[in-house]
């Protein structure tokens, strides 16, 4: 089984700055996949980033990175020159490896809140 | 950009009465899914679906849930008596491979069990 813990409902930060959300999770499995998916108001979630967890390296998208620490089970999410459309629910997921991957486990979210 | 549609949007339904929420994903998708959140919880797996038949699914997905793909194209889920506790943002989703562990997503149809 695999759980999740995001533990911050909301966050904000100003237009160009970084803010990092978290995420923690516990899993049984030795081969998972760990994602961050972006649920903009009334639109549908759509994936950030990906990480396998075989890879020491973190992944990274454009503005978009995470601090994976495995030993831990962490996975935050770093945005970068945060813009407005970053404003939305961030939510963070873990899928079993090769064969189940896209059954996902998700966190609560968090919401971002991004300031002029 | 392809994408996952849902209808509808918003269900209003009465206590005991059956409800079906449908979906149409990505063309070239083989791989088919719905997840529920509810009000400030988590989003749920419900059920995979794959080859036409269900592939896996939770505990939550009991006897009164049902899904199938009846044309070739929607992908439907059945909720045949519902209860108070099945009000819910209800997402389909799909994916052409389950070797990356992405999902596309649809917005979501809000279940209100009345």
């Known amino acids: 089984a695999q759980t999740v813990t995001q533990s911050q409902p909301e966050m904000s930060v100003q237009e160009a700055e970084t803010v990092t959300l978290s995420c923690t999770y516990d899993?049984?499995?030795?081969?998972?996949?760990l994602f961050w998916y972006k649920q903009p108001p009334s639109r549908q979630m759509i994936l950030v980033i990906r990480?396998?967890?075989?890879?020491?390296q973190n992944a990274t998208e454009n503005r978009f990175s995470v601090n994976f620490q495995k030993a831990a089970k962490s996975f935050s999410l770093k945005i970068s020159d945060s813009q407005l459309g970053d404003a939305a629910m961030y939510f963070c997921?873990?899928?079993?490896?090769?064969?189940?991957?896209?059954?996902?486990?998700f966190g609560t979210g968090t919401r971002l809140q991004v300031m002029l | 950009e392809p994408e996952v549609t849902q209808t509808p949007s918003h269900q209003v339904t009465q206590m005991g009465q059956e409800v079906i929420l449908r979906c149409v994903p990505i063309?070239?998708?083989?791989?088919f899914y719905w997840y529920r959140q509810i009000l400030g919880q988590k989003v749920e797996f419900l059920v995979s679906?794959?080859?036409?038949?269900?592939?896996?699914k939770s505990e939550i997905f009991d006897d009164q849930f049902s899904v199938e793909r009846p044309d070739g194209s929607n992908f439907t889920l059945k909720i045949r008596s519902t209860k108070l506790e099945d009000s819910a943002m209800y997402f389909c989703?799909?994916?052409?491979?389950?070797?990356?562990?992405?999902?596309?997503f649809g917005e979501g149809s809000r279940l209100t069990v009345l």
């Open positions: 899993t049984s499995e030795s081969d998972y996949y």
């Open positions: 063309s070239n998708h083989l791989y």
């Open positions: 679906f794959y080859n036409n038949e269900i592939s896996e």
């Open positions: 997921a873990a899928g079993k490896g090769t064969g189940t991957a896209s059954k996902l486990t």
């Open positions: 990480q396998e967890a075989y890879k020491q």
């Open positions: 989703a799909s994916t052409r491979t389950q070797l990356t562990g992405e999902l596309f």
